[in-house]
């Protein structure tokens, strides 16, 4: 018979996040549990058995595991000393970030699948406890729960992204995002990845659904968006400065990516912060 937890009986009132430190017993669990609340646990030290519906895995130190509500489970020490880190988390902090962040959709708590498992190295997981003793040492509030998840999530869709397709087209993608490269438009992507066009063509088209000038596209559109609210230059400079010199073409990409013109963009976002009057 499976055990269900409840947060509402392990957050105390004004928390919505909970940590707890526990040295497992090596006897093995007399039925798996689930819960309404998501939960991340990672092995700090010595390994782990992991029971799910379907099986066991060993986890070892540094494994760190998200579950999502009613996915069931049980942990069991393997050896002495086998300590697990874990966090009880209000779900209605996780639907808030997935709400504003979509990127994480398809990962980590957010995955289509069973639980999701990943693993930190030494100095990751240093930066990972240090984060722990922070949030032990805080409110564990909404502030504090997203202090916490916020930086790790990030890290680890950032981790899948790279993972999901060859390291070459990864660095191009991240060298395509400084003026240098993008000022070229596509040829610019493609030079830095050293392949030919067609090969990066279906590269991209099969690792992240673009083409490569739609993808360059985009990064210059987010530079001009950033120009035109933070400083007065003209727009035809900024379009230069982007690569497109075409101001027809200029207004286009833009209208499509922004749904608005340049310069009613500028008027609507454009504010005198630092000397308002």
């Known amino acids: 018979m499976t055990q269900t937890l409840f947060h509402a009986d392990i957050l ?10 526990a040295t497992l ?27 799910l519906p379907d099986g066991t895995e060993t986890l070892n130190e540094g494994d760190a595991v998200f579950l999502r509500p009613g996915q069931s489970h049980a942990l069991q020490g393997r050896g002495e000393h086998a300590l697990v880190v874990s966090l009880c988390i209000d779900p209605a902090i ?15 708590f957010w995955s289509n699948g069973g639980p999701v498992r990943n693993h930190r190295d030494m100095r990751q997981l240093a930066a990972l406890n240090h984060a722990a003793v922070q949030l032990e040492n805080s409110p564990c509030d909404t502030l504090a729960a997203e202090a916490f998840l916020l930086p790790l999530c990030a ?23 400084r003026p240098e490269v993008f000022r070229n438009g596509s040829a610019g992507l493609v030079a830095v990845a050293g392949k030919a066009h067609p090969h990066v063509s279906r590269m991209m088209r099969k690792h992240l659904g673009q083409t490569p000038s739609d993808y360059v596209n985009h990064i210059r559109m987010q530079h001009a968006a950033r120009a035109l609210t933070t400083d007065n230059e003209a727009i035809s400079a900024i379009a230069a400065a982007c690569g497109i010199p075409n101001m027809s073409h200029f207004h286009k990409l833009f209208r499509a990516a922004h749904g608005l013109t340049p310069l009613q963009y500028r008027q609507k976002y454009q504010k005198q912060v630092v000397q308002p009057f």
Request: net charge positive; aromatic share 8%; hydrophobic share 40%.
């Open 12 to 21: 105390a009132e004004g928390t919505q996040i909970r940590l707890t430190r």
């Open 25 to 51: 017993a090596p006897t093995r669990p007399r039925s798996l549990h689930d819960h309404d609340f998501y939960e991340l646990f990672w092995v700090q030290n010595g390994r782990v058995r992991h029971h």
């Open 94 to 108: 996780v639907r808030a970030l997935a709400k504003r962040h979509p990127s994480v959709k398809g990962h980590l």
């Open 155 to 177: 890290d680890l869709t950032a981790e899948a992204f790279a993972d999901d397709m060859p390291q070459w087209l990864a660095d191009a993608c991240a060298a395509a995002k």
